[in-house]
């Protein structure tokens, strides 16, 4: 329609002035000049047509706004009957829009390990801490508002989000879907400004933990600032960076955080040594960033605003983590104090409910958001052509999600997705890690062993076909052994690219994806998963081709949806989460040297659960190829 509309109104225009005897250039340049205008209508026209098109989406669109929740919060439920009212407090005045602030110069978040002998910064930033822990519970700046903030969102405290002025009946999560990274980037930003105020100090900003990183000595430790001095530095004080925060202390400096975490192994005081956790967690970062190429892989799905997020088990609910989601859950356990008996409530960072009430968790988070940039930066490295570019979602329901928080000034501000995707413009960026960022990078897992394929040629123990297909929309379990299935494959389509980000089939990302995988809330839930490695086990190598990724599954206070209508909170240990469950295959199965896409593959899942946990199963409802 725009190229009819063009071409019909540049054949009614004349060409210059006929009856004048321009010849040559002056001909020449008035053509030029009409040709320009005729560029700018045609560029005001394709823009308007734009702005059309994105005003019927917007119409149609369905964006979570988090506007006005506060009127519509509930406690929350934890375990043993207890509650929490994690509800935010009423603003004092009108509810502003978010700005971009002046910035006048990048404020840089830099490395905790870097900066724990830091006196001034740690002294600092405890005294922050200090002044924001006295706030009366009342000012939305107190530091327990500021974990309230956390908890209310991911525990679903909030009935809903309005559509049409009307609130809808399925309460608010930010977790498991595209609204993850965005909003803990808000958090972090309106979190760190308060901290700032509080000293006076607009430049101050948070630490971040730079667990990835396996160059730097202490890098990947609970970073010091953060636990007691050992030995104690006089001159520094930190107590309200850890004051009041339940944490495993085993895993304490000089522990280094495994990603591989083994809680068995650890209860039996068995670590690993340093070369294996190095290359346990250069694979797995390598797995859960380099290897999630597309939006949806790295950020999460699209927020599902038709279905129940919350723990009441909605059938029809599909949520997905991305892989910044999974592998920083990891991270959450590795602090908390989970099944400690000794702290039965779990009150810490492997719930999520209690996650911020450690001062860490800010300092977790950071790095989170730093791996988002560095997520937007990597080449492809990934897909069969090699040529695609990483980027966030142009989904005008991602872009207008909004959601409130409380800033410096006690205001509360509604922010939108859309302002969070540059750290520049919020004046924010990270002290450059790309060395340390380089190990995960570039890491390549070691060959596979024992290779499956290779005993093809030789005598072939077993092949895909001796192993059950999954069962669609059956209940398939997975208990506390490893399960293999077979999975049929076929090669991508045209049919395939569409409401994906790409344009080329050899641009597309080959997946694995568990449906509806039936959580119970309360209970932590990991498991590993290998392709054409039928025997993978307990005692499998993380760092070998044949691994594809974790899921891991954080337990977190629960609000059933009776609550929705009675407003009082259950606790209930029967409640599920039902989420998709998505691992990368496509660069895996070429460096097992399988080609072709018509060769059928095992998938198997090692389930590691908690001992307590040893007798339950957890069910999912199929396992297919898909592309993304
Ligand atoms: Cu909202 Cu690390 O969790």
Redesign the pocket.
């Known amino acids: 329609m725009q190229f009819h509309w063009l071409a019909t109104s540049m054949s009614s225009v004349k060409m210059g002035d006929s009856s004048s005897r321009q010849q040559g250039w002056g001909r020449i340049s008035a053509m030029v000049l009409q040709t320009r205008r005729r560029l700018k209508w045609a560029s005001y026209l394709c823009s308007t047509v734009l702005a059309l098109q994105y005003l019927m989406q917007s119409a149609e669109a369905e964006p979570v706004l988090g506007t006005s929740l506060f009127r519509q919060c509930r406690p929350v439920a934890l375990a043993n009957n207890k509650t929490e009212d994690c509800c935010l407090p009423e603003p004092e005045r009108e509810p502003i829009m978010f700005k971009f602030p002046e910035v006048k110069k990048m404020l840089v978040r830099r490395p905790a390990h870097e900066l724990a002998n830091d006196v001034e910064y740690v002294n600092k930033y405890n005294l922050a801490y200090k002044r924001m822990k006295e706030l009366p519970r009342d000012d939305p700046r107190s530091f327990l508002r500021q974990w309230h903030v956390?908890c209310a969102?991911?525990v679903e405290a909030f009935l809903s989000r309005y559509l049409n002025g009307t609130p809808t009946p399925y309460s608010l999560q930010?977790?498991y879907s595209w609204t993850?990274l965005p909003?803990?980037r808000m958090?972090l930003y309106y979190h760190e400004r308060i901290l700032g105020s509080l000293i006076n100090d607009p430049e101050f900003t948070l630490p971040f933990w730079n667990w990835d990183n396996q160059l730097d000595a202490g890098a990947a430790q609970m970073p010091q600032m953060f636990v007691p001095y050992n030995p104690p530095n006089p001159a520094i004080e930190n107590f309200y960076l850890y004051e009041g925060a339940i944490r495993d202390q085993n895993h304490y400096p000089p522990r280094v955080m495994t990603l591989n975490f083994k809680p068995a192994e650890d209860k039996a005081g068995i670590i690993p040594t340093p070369e294996e956790i190095r290359d346990a967690n250069l694979c797995m970062v390598w797995n859960m960033v380099v290897n999630k190429v597309s939006a949806e892989e790295y950020l999460g799905v699209k927020y599902n605003t038709s279905a129940d997020l919350s723990a009441a088990g909605n059938a029809n609910a599909s949520a997905e983590s991305g892989g910044s989601?999974i592998l920083?859950?990891t991270?959450?356990e590795w602090v908390g104090n989970l099944n400690n008996p000794a702290f039965p409530d779990n009150e810490d960072?492997g719930v999520?409910t209690y996650?911020?009430r450690d001062p860490l968790?800010y300092s977790?988070?950071g790095n989170?958001d730093r791996l988002w940039d560095v997520w937007q930066t990597l080449p492809d490295g990934v897909t069969v052509d090699g040529t695609r570019t990483r980027k966030e979602f142009d989904d005008v329901d991602f872009l207008e999600t909004e959601f409130t928080f409380f800033d410096e000034n006690k205001d509360m501000v509604r922010m939108k997705v859309k302002d969070t995707l540059s750290n520049a413009k919020l004046g924010i960026m990270y002290q450059d890690m790309s060395e340390a960022d380089s190990l995960w990078i570039n890491h390549k897992p070691k060959a596979s062993k024992p290779s499956f394929r290779a005993s093809e040629q030789t005598q072939m123990s077993s092949t895909p076909d001796d192993y059950p297909e999954v069962v669609a929309n059956a209940n398939n379990t997975i208990g506390s052994t490893p399960v293999c299935f077979k999975l049929h494959r076929r090669a991508p389509t045209k049919a395939d690219l569409k409401g994906t980000q790409v344009k080329h089939i050899g641009e597309l990302s080959e997946g694995v994806v568990m449906e509806k995988v039936k959580i119970p809330e309360m209970m932590y839930v990991r498991f590993d998963v290998y392709v054409d490695f039928p025997s993978a086990n307990l005692d499998s190598d993380m760092d070998q081709s044949d691994y594809v990724g974790t899921f891991t599954h954080?337990p977190s206070g629960v609000a059933s949806m009776e609550s929705v209508t009675s407003q009082i909170p259950v606790a209930n240990e029967n409640l599920y989460r039902e989420l998709n469950v998505r691992f990368t295959t496509g660069l895996a199965l070429r460096r097992l040297g399988i080609e072709d896409y018509s060769t059928d593959i095992t998938v198997t899942i090692v389930p590691r659960f908690r001992d307590h946990d040893a007798n339950r199963t957890i069910t999912f409802s199929n396992l297919k190829q898909e592309f993304l």
Request: glycine fraction near 4%; charged fraction near 5%.
């Open positions: 956390h969102f991911c930010l977790h993850f909003w803990h958090m989601e920083h859950n991270a959450h960072m999520f996650s911020g968790f977790h988070h989170v954080l």
